[in-house]
T-cell receptor, first 115, second 114 residues
Framework: DTEVTQTPKHLVMGMTNKKSLKCEQH?????MYWYKQKAKKPPELMFV???????INESVPSRFSPECPNSSLLNLHLHALQPEDSALYLC??????????????FGAGTRLSVL | GDSVTQMEGPVTLSEEAFLTINCTYT??????LFWYVQYPGEGLQLLLK?????DKGSNKGFEATYRKETTSFHLEKGSVQVSDSAVYFC?????????????FGAGTRLAVHP
């Protein structure tokens, strides 16, 4: 099983709302990732968690707040977003974050619209 | 810095045509190389990978060979199907950095017509 599950699939929120995106994997992977993908562009890395600790923050605005409650779950808390934050948010996981040739497995994404 | 360059699309082909999508990279040493595919409305799926020079990755009729001398990882398929219509991303994972960062190319959209 190489499945990464993301919920919800679609989310519409106002600029004053607080919402959360969820990601779950049961492959025993110890590295988890959040990406943002705008239309017709490649994914852009936002955060990396390694062994449940935040190891990389790619200078993401503080209105995005990641959380890794345990090794299987990854959340992205959203607050006071802007319309330009509308995008497809992808979660990925991999076995380890330093292994050569390590494969990242992606979820189907949450399509976010900020009004 | 490390980077990936892919041929611009869209690429439009008839069913059963031969496919080539060019990918070249710039990186220090020997990065790992990947092709990911994204079908409409979906996330990314790993299509194939290669971790060292002259490795050939293959899956579902697609192939790509890690060419160090030309710093290339071109994707090929002998006979495409309508179901292959998708966006294809070439990516590399650099040796340095201490973690499995993926650097993506811009993506190439493939449209296959019956």
């Amino acid at each position: 099983d190489t499945e990464v599950t993301q919920t919800p699939k679609h989310l519409v929120m106002g600029m004053t709302n607080k919402k959360s995106l969820k990601c779950e994997q049961h492959m025993g992977h110890r590295a988890m990732y959040w990406y943002k993908q705008k239309a017709k562009k490649p994914p852009e890395l936002m955060f990396v968690y390694s062994y449940e600790k935040l190891s990389i923050n790619e200078s993401v605005p503080s209105r995005f707040s990641p959380e890794c409650p345990n090794s299987s779950l990854l959340n992205l808390h959203l607050h006071a977003l802007q319309p330009e934050d509308s995008a497809l948010y992808l979660c990925a996981s991999s076995q380890d974050n330093v292994q050569r040739g390590n494969i990242q497995y992606f979820g189907a994404g949450t399509r976010l619209s900020v009004l | 810095g490390d980077s990936v360059t892919q041929m611009e699309g869209p690429v439009t082909l008839s069913e059963e045509a031969f496919l080539t999508i060019n990918c070249t990279y710039t990186a220090t040493g020997y990065p790992s190389l990947f092709w990911y595919v994204q079908y409409p409305g979906e996330g990314l799926q790993l299509l194939l990978k290669a971790t060292k020079a002259d490795d050939k990755g293959s899956n579902k009729g697609f192939e790509a060979t890690y060419r160090k001398e030309t710093t290339s990882f071109h994707l090929e398929k002998g006979s495409v199907q309508v179901s292959d219509s998708a966006v294809y991303f070439c990516a590399l994972s650099p040796l340095s950095g201490g973690y499995n960062k993926l650097i993506f190319g811009a993506g190439t959209r493939l449209a296959v017509h019956p």
